[in-house]
């Protein structure tokens, strides 16, 4: 069964930085998407970043211009580097892995939270 692992969340000032890493295990991940989602309080959980299997990438307008997605296929591994944070980035973030819509394999979740 797939498991994911997420680390690298916690507290910065905005205009910040912080690096979320995701390990994935039990499966190989590798010819799937792999991405993160994040969820804030009274709002729906919405994607943040996706990198497809063959490379490409997606962002949420919020996000573009600020945040990387990458990932490591040999390592079963999506990173997501965030910079210029804003309080408004302040949520639970969710690593997440699959070819469904939504993904089937998803972490517990991680929080980032950003001081204004």
């Known amino acids: 069964q797939v498991q994911l692992v997420e680390s690298g969340g916690g507290f910065v000032q905005t205009g910040g930085s912080l690096k979320l890493s995701c390990v994935g295990s039990?499966?190989?991940?590798?010819?799937?998407?792999m991405g993160w989602y994040r969820q804030s309080p009274g709002n729906d959980r919405e994607m943040v970043a996706v990198?497809?299997?063959?490379?490409?990438?997606k962002y949420v307008e919020a996000v573009k211009g600020r945040f990387i997605v990458s990932r490591d296929k040999s390592k079963n591994m999506v990173y997501l580097e965030m910079t210029n944070l804003k309080p408004e980035d302040t949520a639970v973030y969710f690593c997440?892995?699959?070819?469904?819509?939504?993904?089937?394999?998803w972490g517990e979740g991680i929080l980032v939270t950003v001081s204004s």
């Open positions: 997440a892995a699959g070819r469904k819509r939504p993904m089937e394999y």
């Open positions: 039990g499966g190989n991940l590798s010819d799937m998407p």
């Open positions: 990198a497809a299997a063959l490379g490409s990438t």
